[in-house]
T-cell receptor, first 114, second 114 residues
């Protein structure tokens, strides 16, 4: 069965510190991988996506993620967190053919302390 | 340009009533998706429309749920005889088409069934 695991429900990071949000997936074939961010009262916004090629992908707002096939992981990182990064982050996987029927993780809520 | 819009933003209904949720996709987007976000859970795929093709309804949780898309644009998700477990945020997304096109999400409709 296809699934996405985000093991951390909440993470608190000090402003200016580095961040890593974990994502592991179970998928029958090589999937497409995504990170979305959801701010309070907002819809989901795509941060970055991986389809193929370079396993380190850059996204918006200074985020990056690394695809590690051997670990079935797609962790999200940011070198220096800003208070405005406080939000909920969702990892998702989808098929590399057909339509983008995304399977989402349960999300990680990021809190940023001053 | 305008993003995906959804209405109403909030809907409170009584158990057993029918509700209709509306989604206006981005102009020119042929693919439209509905997802459900329940408390403490990730997003759950419900249904997918692509152009004039038959929709993929594989994610609809019961026959009380149905959706249509008129003229290849606006979509309505209908829940009949609502139950308390239907309480969730219903998100709509649209994309150009195909698995590599970004899904753009609307702000969602928060449904509360009393």
């Amino acid at each position: 069965a296809q699934s996405v695991t985000q093991p951390d429900i909440h993470i608190t990071v000090s402003e200016g510190a580095s961040l890593e949000l974990r994502c592991n997936y179970s998928y029958g074939a090589t999937p497409y991988l995504f990170w979305y961010v959801q701010s309070p009262g907002q819809g989901l916004q795509l941060l970055l996506k991986y389809f193929s090629g370079d396993t380190l992908v850059q996204g918006i707002k200074g985020f990056e993620a690394e695809f590690k096939r051997s670990q079935s992981s797609f962790n999200l990182r940011k070198p220096s967190v800003h208070w405005s990064d406080a939000a909920e982050y969702f990892c998702a996987v989808g098929p590399n053919t057909g339509f983008q029927k995304l399977v989402f993780g349960t999300g990680t809520r990021l809190l940023v302390s001053p | 340009g305008a993003g995906v819009s959804q209405s109403p933003s909030n809907k409170v209904t009584e158990k057993g009533k029918d509700v209709e949720l509306r989604c206006d996709p981005i102009s020119g987007h042929t693919a439209l998706y509905w997802y459900r976000q329940s408390l403490g859970q990730g997003l759950e795929f419900l249904i997918y429309f692509q152009g004039n093709s038959a929709p993929d309804k594989s994610g609809l949780p019961s026959d009380r749920f149905s959706a249509e898309r008129t003229g290849g644009s606006v979509s309505t998700l209908t829940i009949q005889r609502t139950q308390q477990e239907d309480s969730a945020v219903y998100l709509c997304a649209s994309s150009l088409s195909g698995p590599t096109d970004t899904q753009y999400f609307g702000p969602g409709t928060r449904l509360t069934v009393l």
